[in-house]
């Protein structure tokens, strides 16, 4: 599954308003009922499905909350424990479901929003979860180690190779 952030064009999480504001622009660029050309339109069909798939899972991570209001909030332990548990079965999409769910983020917290963040390949999100986590507990080494491997991997997706394993790997999984 494709990320629904990268999709709309988005760097890591967003807002629900940051979210429609980058769905519509992208419908009004490839909606259907504007391509006249039979084939190209069918192609666009195709991009407003996805777009819309993405749209619908980026509100649902971004806001949980809204669609289920029986959702109970968890702690800051309880959303790390459900976090590594969905790593474990390698799903950091659910991780990241049960981060959200957490308002009292702590050090330990962003630390874990990073190490998912890495596992989705959104290296510059990581990095600021990892500053995040080492702007509350400066001493802490691991903290700092989660930093350096996200500055690291930011350093690498920018080089040639980084880059062209990204659009292979976009086109893969199309």
């Known amino acids: 599954m494709n990320n629904p952030f ?5 760097k890591g999480m967003a807002t629900p308003e940051e979210i429609r504001t980058a769905y519509r622009a992208l419908a009004r660029q490839c909606h259907p009922d504007m391509i006249q050309d039979p084939s190209e339109k069918e192609a666009a069909q195709t991009r407003m499905v996805a777009l819309n798939l993405a749209y ?8 949980p909350r809204a669609n289920n209001p029986v959702t109970p ?47 989705l390949e959104e290296y510059d999100s990581a990095h600021q979860s990892f500053r995040q986590a ?15 491997a996200a500055a690291v991997a930011q350093q690498k997706e920018k080089k040639l190779p980084g880059r062209v394993k990204k659009v292979f790997k976009g086109l893969v999984k199309r």
Do not use: F, H, T
Request: glycine fraction near 6%.
């Open 6 to 10: 990268e999709v709309l064009g988005l």
């Open 134 to 148: 080492v702007r509350m507990d400066p001493e802490n080494n691991v903290y700092r180690a989660g930093a350096l």
């Open 56 to 63: 619908e899972e980026a509100l649902r991570l971004a806001s």
């Open 73 to 119: 909030e968890l702690s800051s332990a309880e959303a790390i424990l459900m976090a590594q548990r969905a790593m474990a079965r390698d799903n950091p999409e659910g991780a990241l479901r049960s981060l959200i769910r957490c308002e009292e983020r702590d050090g330990d917290w962003y630390y874990m929003q990073g190490k998912v963040l890495m596992a």
